[in-house]
């Protein structure tokens, strides 16, 4: 079976610090895993994902990820905020054998401070 | 591409009426998906199509809830009769087999029961 644990409901920055957005995951086998960001009164768009290769891993606008195998994580950070980056994150896995469901986590409300 | 699409974009429906929500997958993705999001639940998977076939249903809350997927470009998600508690944002995903499980989410319905 596969969860995702994302720590922290709401998440404030200012802007132009550093985001750090966390993401654990509990899987039987090394999955994919994505983090999805949603704008207000959208749907949700793909930020970035692992699936093989490099741990470290660029999305669109500024975020990365790492894949750390030995803590089960994949936390998302941007080195320096923008008001544009207010939204809601979700971390995502889905097994590699079927890949036919992805498993969600609650979701991260970040805020940005002018 | 034109992305996933959803209609409508918006429904308010009074308790007790049948309300239907539409979505056109991306074309050439074999997979699709139905999710609902509220507050209290975040983002549930509801059903997944492949290749127009009900793969798992076993997210859909109860048998007022029925999808179908007539063909590869169309699939319906019906609720009758609708309740309030039915009220959330209901998103349509797609994805192509084979290619790194990427969802692709299109920009929801949010639905009112009254």
């Known amino acids: 079976a596969q969860s995702v644990t994302q720590l922290g409901s709401h998440v404030s920055v200012s802007e132009g610090a550093l985001v750090l957005l966390r993401c654990n995951y509990s899987s039987s086998v090394p999955p994919y895993l994505f983090w999805y960001v949603q704008y207000p009164n959208q749907g949700l768009q793909l930020l970035l994902k692992y699936t093989t290769g490099a741990t470290l891993v660029k999305g669109i606008n500024g975020f990365e990820a790492e894949f750390k195998k030995s803590e089960t994580s994949f936390h998302l950070t941007k080195p320096s905020a923008h008001m544009s980056d207010a939204a809601e994150y979700f971390c995502?896995?889905?097994?590699?054998?079927?890949?036919?469901?992805?498993?969600f986590g609650t979701g991260t409300s970040l805020t940005v401070i002018p | 591409d034109a992305g996933v699409i959803q209609s409508p974009r918006h429904e308010v429906t009074e308790m007790g009426q049948e309300v239907t929500l539409r979505c056109k997958p991306i074309?050439?993705?074999?997979?699709l998906f139905w999710y609902r999001q509220t507050m209290m639940r975040g983002l549930e998977l509801l059903i997944y199509f492949n290749n127009n076939v009900p793969i798992d249903d076993s997210g859909m809350p109860e048998d007022r809830f029925s999808a179908k997927m007539p063909n590869a470009s169309f699939s319906t998600l019906k609720i009758q009769p609708s309740e309030p508690r039915d009220s959330a944002v209901y998103f349509c995903?797609?994805?192509?087999?084979?290619?790194?499980?990427?969802?692709?989410f299109g920009p929801g319905t949010r639905l009112t029961v009254l």
């Open positions: 995903a797609s994805r192509i087999s084979g290619r790194g499980d990427e969802q692709f």
């Open positions: 074309s050439g993705h074999d997979y």
């Open positions: 995502a896995v889905s097994d590699p054998n079927t890949g036919n469901q992805f498993y």
